[in-house]
């Protein structure tokens, strides 16, 4: 079954760092591009990050650029998202996301992330 | 980058058919045939119903489908059931390895 697990979110205080996991199961991890997507309470769903496969192109939102890192472990099947300087607007559930070059195909079940003084 | 318009709400009875929208630009639905839309249901992750505007997934139902003229899109479901019943995202590649989304549209089935 292909399956994508999130982790790693949480509370915390506006200027804060949290850092996200995604552990993939079930397909060949190190060839696909992988996204992480957000969505804020009863909004709706914003792309946040992109990694390539060798993790040689990385692509961001302009709300999250320059305070937010993906990368990925092939050999662990983990992708992961460094979040800094968080804002208070940047709580949202983050889904970690397989791509298939044409949508958004796999997604996990989500993370919820808090940013709130 | 600014999200893709779609219609807030919209409704039909079960058996009937409903069309909803979503509106870009030439930047994104309309410079590209990569508009895909997804499914959600309260309180789950979105799933993919369509992709490169007209084109199902394994195991999606053939109820739903999609078109495309100009910079707008659009998502047909035809013989609505009540498990139906969701929000329905669409999404457009927008360019430079970037990705914008709708508002959303909460589908009801009444």
């Known amino acids: 079954e292909v399956r994508l697990v999130e982790s790693g979110g949480g509370l915390v205080q506006p200027g804060e760092s949290l850092r996200l996991s995604c552990v993939a199961s079930?397909?060949?991890?190190?060839?696909?591009?992988m996204n992480w997507v957000r969505q804020a309470p009863g909004k709706g769903l914003e792309w946040v990050s992109y990694i390539t496969r060798s993790s040689s192109f990385l692509h961001y939102a302009d709300s999250v650029k320059g305070r937010f890192t993906i990368s990925r472990d092939n050999a662990k099947n983990s992708l992961f998202l460094q979040m800094n300087s968080l804002r208070v607007e940047d709580t949202a559930v983050y889904y970690c996301?397989?791509?298939?070059?044409?949508?958004?195909?796999?997604w996990g079940q989500g993370t919820m992330v808090t940013v709130s003084s | 980058q600014s999200a893709l318009t779609q219609p807030a709400s919209v409704s039909g009875s079960p058996g009937q058919s409903i069309t909803t929208s979503c509106t870009g630009t030439s930047s994104d639905v309309g410079g590209y045939n990569l508009v895909s839309w997804y499914q959600q249901h309260p309180g789950r992750a979105p799933k993919l119903i369509l992709y490169e505007d007209t084109k199902r997934p394994s195991g999606v139902s053939n109820r739903f489908s999609g078109s495309k003229s100009g910079n707008t899109a659009s998502l047909t479901i035809s013989g609505l059931q009540a498990e139906d019943e969701a929000d329905y995202y669409c999404c457009s590649y927008a360019g430079d390895t970037r990705w914008v989304f709708g508002g959303g549209t909460k589908l009801t089935v009444l």
């Open positions: 079930g397909f060949t991890f190190s060839t696909y591009t």
């Open positions: 996301v397989r791509d298939s070059g044409f949508a958004f195909e796999i």
